[in-house]
């Protein structure tokens, strides 16, 4: 299967975006999704796993849900700051093969 | 927790390369370590995993064949390896943990150039 993401999406401090991330085959609810923020020359970090749940560390302008009707998840931050400008990509799994989106760029104008 | 990669390496076409994956703060033994490659200014691809705890290894059919996967539990080590390396495995390399919150090491450097 695959996931699809936006490619780019962008939105000014303060305000909520929200990226989604489509399974295109297979429900997107059989499978835990994880979300990874990676900056500019860094490794990705973990900002959501299985689904909703946050790492300690990671604000609660961050949060993950997931919408069977489309078979879709999404990651949606709040409060946007310039900090939060980064690559977001998704991943789920079926059986032990691993799948990435092809990953978000956010821009915060 | 802790997953601390080698560092960078530069090579020739043909030569062969191991890079490594040490883990802390966790039991390596029972979690499956990840390798991730990211090519220049692209997505994150999935190559391969493997359990410490019994070597079982799983590849991505995108890698099969290309890489080899291992680890030496005894160590809390993973490891990836080409035996006659490409141009186009010019990449950073990750290991990871998808188990509950995950954890990504810093990235190993990989560029093959002649």
């Known amino acids: 299967f695959m996931l699809t993401q936006p490619h780019s999406v962008s939105e000014s401090p303060g305000k909520t975006v929200t990226i989604s991330c489509t399974r295109s085959?297979?429900?997107?609810?059989?499978?835990?999704v994880q979300w990874y923020q990676q900056r500019p020359g860094s490794a990705p970090t973990t900002v959501i796993y299985e689904d909703t749940q946050r790492p300690s560390g990671v604000p609660d302008r961050f949060s993950g849900s997931i919408d069977s009707s489309s078979n879709s998840a999404s990651l949606t931050i709040s409060g946007l700051r310039t900090e939060d400008e980064a690559d977001y990509f998704c991943?789920?799994?079926?059986?032990?093969?691993?799948?990435f989106g092809g990953g978000t760029k956010l821009t915060v104008l | 927790v802790q997953l601390v990669q080698s560092g960078a390496e530069v090579k020739k076409p043909g030569e062969s390369l191991k890079i490594s994956c040490k883990g802390s703060?966790?039991?390596?033994?029972?979690?499956?370590i990840a390798w991730v490659r990211q090519m220049p200014g692209k997505g994150l691809e999935w190559m391969g995993l493997?359990?410490?705890?019994?070597?079982?290894?799983r590849y991505s059919p995108s890698f099969q064949g290309r890489v080899t996967i291992s680890a030496d539990k005894s160590i809390s080590t993973a490891y990836l390896q080409w035996s006659s390396l490409k141009a186009s495995d010019t990449a950073m390399y990750y290991c990871?943990?998808?188990?509950?919150?995950?954890?990504w090491g810093q990235g190993t450097l990989v560029t093959v150039s002649s």
């Open positions: 990871a943990t998808f188990s509950g919150q995950g954890y």
């Open positions: 493997i359990y410490p705890g019994d070597s079982d290894t």
């Open positions: 703060g966790f039991g390596f033994t029972n979690y499956w």
């Open positions: 991943q789920s799994y079926d059986g032990s093969d691993q799948v």
């Open positions: 085959s297979g429900s997107i609810a059989s499978n835990y």
